[in-house]
């Protein structure tokens, strides 16, 4: 599974835009960019995934390259509760047989201030 | 509604005692996971399990075991041999065009 990069912290204010971006330079052919949301004493749950250009949905965008070895999640106006722990996987693609695990980094902890 | 429910939410336990945290499934999804986090750290597998009646190693698997008996249910136990046990421990399932679910957690604490 590629190795993924992320920033370790982010500040930002509410009503703003949010761009964390992950770097994974060795993503394989196959593999898909799933990003994840960590509230405090929660599980990790699904923000979005995709493989390559723009994936956009209800909550965020995905922006990931031609070249595919770096994708940003896009947070638009964010509020105090979108502040979490934001982690970046890589190897996740649907519809594939299950690969047995997920590697979490450490994640970026996005604190948004009012 | 379906989804992973892990019980129980808060569990202590003395040294040298074993302790059993429990994770069910009702999605009906073949692979289940174990993973464990440490303040201000990502997750770390454990175990996991892709079958009924098999399992494997995840990174950090001494001092702990499981069991899948059944496919819904994938039971974590810490073993005295486990040093340092206390941390939050999550359970996830997986299911192919259907991606991870994670339960709620268990946080676990040696008083």
């Known amino acids: 599974l590629a190795k993924t990069t992320q920033p370790i912290s982010m500040d930002s204010y509410e009503g703003q835009e949010v761009n964390i971006t992950c770097s994974h330079n060795?993503?394989?052919?196959?593999?898909?960019i799933t990003w994840y949301q960590q509230f405090p004493s929660q599980g990790p749950r699904f923000i979005i995934q995709?493989?390559?250009t723009k994936v956009t949905n209800e909550v965020a965008s995905l922006f990931i390259p031609a070249d595919r070895k770096s994708s940003t999640l896009s947070l638009p106006r964010v509020s105090l509760s979108d502040t979490a722990v934001y982690y970046c996987l890589v190897g996740d693609a649907p519809g594939s047989s299950n690969t047995g695990k997920l590697i979490f980094g450490q994640g970026t902890t996005l604190q948004v201030k009012p | 509604d379906g989804g992973i429910t892990q019980s129980p939410k808060y569990l202590f336990r003395k040294e040298g005692q074993n302790v059993t945290l429990s994770c069910e499934q009702n999605?009906?999804?073949?692979?289940m996971y174990w993973y464990r986090q440490d303040p201000g750290q990502g997750l770390r597998l454990i175990y996991y399990s892709q079958i009924v009646n098999d399992f494997q190693k995840g990174d950090i698997a001494e001092g702990y075991s499981v069991s899948r008996e059944k496919k819904e249910s994938f039971p974590l136990t810490v073993t005295s041999a486990q040093k340092n046990p206390t941390a939050f421990y999550l359970c996830?399932?997986?299911?192919?065009?259907?991606?991870?679910?994670f339960g709620s957690g268990t946080r676990l604490t040696v008083v």
């Open positions: 995709g493989y390559k």
């Open positions: 999605l009906n999804h073949d692979a």
């Open positions: 060795n993503i394989a052919t196959n593999d898909y």
């Open positions: 996830a399932s997986h299911a192919r065009n259907y991606g991870y679910t």
